[in-house]
């Protein structure tokens, strides 16, 4: 009897099992440590934004968004950076106009098709190999690849001699830099997706090219904005191939009379090598312009930001069920 009376009531578990066992010594130092690096790095992001926003919003005049740079020795005779925006916005299109269909297209052949499967394992170590190749490294094949005659017509060209720099080369270049995030997210998107969306789509007689464009690419339409902000983030970032594809000049200087053909065949600048040119350790010495470039360079990437988070909201309406 007294062992019946020391049993725990039936349906109830024994008080010690509903207690969580406690946290080791070395569990609680690393969870302290998590805490920490993730309030250092919020206050790292919050420093840098809150720097530049300082430091640019007393540089910043309407004058420098409506005039071009020009050689001088004061911030006064130096002009604006109007061809370096422009340039930005230019290239930025650019390599996403390549990098965004391309991209989608081959998360699509990886996660939805994969056959044959020896070219589809290609496939993925070349764009991971592309992931962890640095900007310079494309921009020398860059330049041999567009220095040759068959491609004069995309640059540059002189008395038989190619010059190899022009928007286009450096639009091309640049929608690499893009492309493994592009690829990374779609793919991941696609792959979120439960399998029952696609059997529904097939079992109503829908083909697997009419559910993939039909059902999956809609619904992963978040992944594909957040594989395009981040691929344009890349690109506007980008120094490298801007100087060697690009001519690191900061005005437009086009090639040929039709005029935006021109402007593309022609050389020109971005707010990237604007900041390094305007920097105190560059050739321009012009601080304060480097300081306003950037406030704007970090303004475009917030609104960048700001927009697609919008979009991703709006569009994650439609919610699978699992």
Same mark, same amino acid.
């Given at each position: 009897?007294?062992?019946?009376?020391?049993?725990?009531?039936?349906?109830?578990?024994?008080?010690?099992?509903?207690?969580?066992?406690?946290?080791?010594? &070395?569990?609680?130092?690393?969870?302290?440590?998590?805490?920490?690096?993730?309030?250092? =790095?919020?206050?790292?992001?919050?420093?840098?934004?809150?720097?530049?926003?300082?430091?640019?919003? $007393?540089?910043?005049?309407?004058?420098?968004?409506?005039?071009?740079?020009?050689?001088?020795?004061?911030?006064?005779?130096?002009?604006?950076?109007?061809?370096?925006?422009?340039?930005?916005?230019?290239?930025?299109?650019?390599?996403?106009?390549?990098?965004?269909?391309?991209?989608?297209?081959?998360?699509?052949?990886?996660?939805?098709?994969?056959?044959?499967?020896?070219?589809?394992?290609?496939?993925?170590?070349?764009?991971?190999?592309?992931?962890?190749?640095?900007?310079?490294?494309?921009?020398?094949?860059?330049?041999?690849?567009?220095?040759?005659?068959?491609?004069?017509?995309?640059?540059?060209?002189?008395?038989?001699?190619?010059?190899?720099?022009? =928007?286009?080369?450096?639009?091309?270049?640049?929608?690499?830099?893009?492309?493994?995030?592009?690829?990374?997210?779609?793919?991941?998107?696609?792959?979120?997706?439960?399998?029952?969306?696609?059997?529904?789509?097939?079992?109503?007689? $829908?083909?697997?090219?009419? &559910?993939?464009?039909?059902?999956?690419?809609?619904?992963?339409?978040?992944?594909?904005?957040?594989?395009?902000?981040?691929?344009?983030?890349?690109?506007?970032?980008? &120094?490298?191939?801007?100087?060697?594809?690009?001519?690191?000049?900061?005005?437009?200087?086009?090639?040929?009379?039709?005029?935006?053909?021109?402007?593309?065949?022609?050389?020109?600048?971005?707010?990237?090598?604007?900041?390094?040119?305007?920097?105190?350790?560059?050739?321009?010495?012009?601080?304060?312009?480097?300081?306003?470039?950037?406030?704007?360079?970090?303004?475009?990437?917030?609104?960048?930001?700001?927009?697609?988070?919008?979009?991703?909201?709006?569009?994650?309406?439609?919610?699978?069920?699992?």
């Amino acid at each position: 009897m007294s062992a019946l009376q020391a049993a725990p009531p039936r349906g109830r578990p024994p008080a010690a099992q509903n207690q969580s066992p406690p946290w080791r010594l &070395t569990d609680r130092i690393g969870l302290a440590i998590a805490w920490l690096l993730g309030l250092l =790095f919020c206050a790292v992001a919050a420093a840098l934004v809150i720097y530049f926003l300082v430091q640019g919003l $007393k540089y910043v005049r309407p004058s420098l968004f409506v005039t071009n740079p020009t050689a001088g020795f004061s911030a006064s005779t130096t002009g604006g950076f109007l061809d370096p925006l422009l340039g930005t916005l230019l290239v930025t299109t650019l390599a996403m106009i390549i990098a965004l269909p391309a991209g989608i297209a081959v998360a699509v052949w990886l996660s939805e098709y994969g056959r044959p499967s020896a070219l589809a394992r290609v496939a993925e170590s070349t764009i991971e190999m592309i992931a962890g190749t640095p900007s310079i490294v494309l921009a020398l094949f860059g330049i041999l690849l567009f220095q040759s005659p068959a491609l004069g017509f995309l640059s540059r060209e002189s008395g038989g001699v190619v010059y190899g720099r022009s =928007f286009f080369a450096a639009g091309v270049m640049l929608s690499l830099v893009a492309l493994p995030l592009v690829v990374a997210n779609v793919r991941e998107g696609l792959q979120a997706i439960p399998s029952h969306v696609r059997e529904a789509s097939y079992a109503l007689g $829908k083909t697997k090219i009419a &559910t993939t464009r039909r059902v999956l690419l809609p619904a992963a339409r978040p992944s594909v904005l957040t594989g395009a902000m981040l691929g344009a983030g890349r690109v506007i970032g980008d &120094t490298a191939i801007i100087v060697v594809l690009l001519g690191a000049t900061l005005t437009f200087n086009s090639a040929g009379s039709v005029p935006l053909l021109s402007t593309l065949r022609g050389t020109g600048a971005t707010l990237t090598y604007y900041i390094f040119y305007n920097a105190p350790t560059g050739e321009g010495n012009q601080p304060t312009k480097a300081y306003a470039a950037a406030f704007v360079l970090l303004m475009m990437v917030l609104v960048l930001n700001v927009g697609v988070d919008v979009a991703t909201r709006r569009s994650r309406r439609l919610r699978w069920s699992s």
